[in-house]
């Protein structure tokens, strides 16, 4: 969902349970990094106009500060994905 994360608006971004963070942020630290910093300037109140762009801004905090510490204590799961390392270190999902 990450490349679509971008498009959602604020009730789609309110209604993701802040213990979920695999719902919209990537894997990767510098995904999560770099997502959080595309939409942390979309929904900054102070250059977004929508009435709920504060709750939404603080939400995404709260989904990053998650999705930060689940990657950190190796606790990120998507639901349906497997994700599998082969003996050459590459990782598939």
């Not at 969902?1 to 990537?26: C, H, K, Q, W, Y």
Request: charged share 30%.
């Amino acid at each position: 969902m990450t490349n679509d994360a971008r498009r959602l608006g604020a009730e789609a971004l309110l209604s993701i349970p802040v213990d979920e963070p695999e719902r919209i942020f990537p894997r990767s630290e510098d995904g999560i990094k770099q997502l959080f910093r595309v939409l942390a300037g979309q929904w900054h109140p102070d250059k977004c106009a929508d009435p709920r762009a504060a709750a939404v801004f603080t939400h995404i905090r709260l989904l990053r500060d998650r999705a930060d510490q689940k990657h950190a204590d190796g606790s990120w799961a998507v639901p349906g994905v497997l994700a599998l390392s082969a003996t050459d270190g590459k990782a598939y999902e």
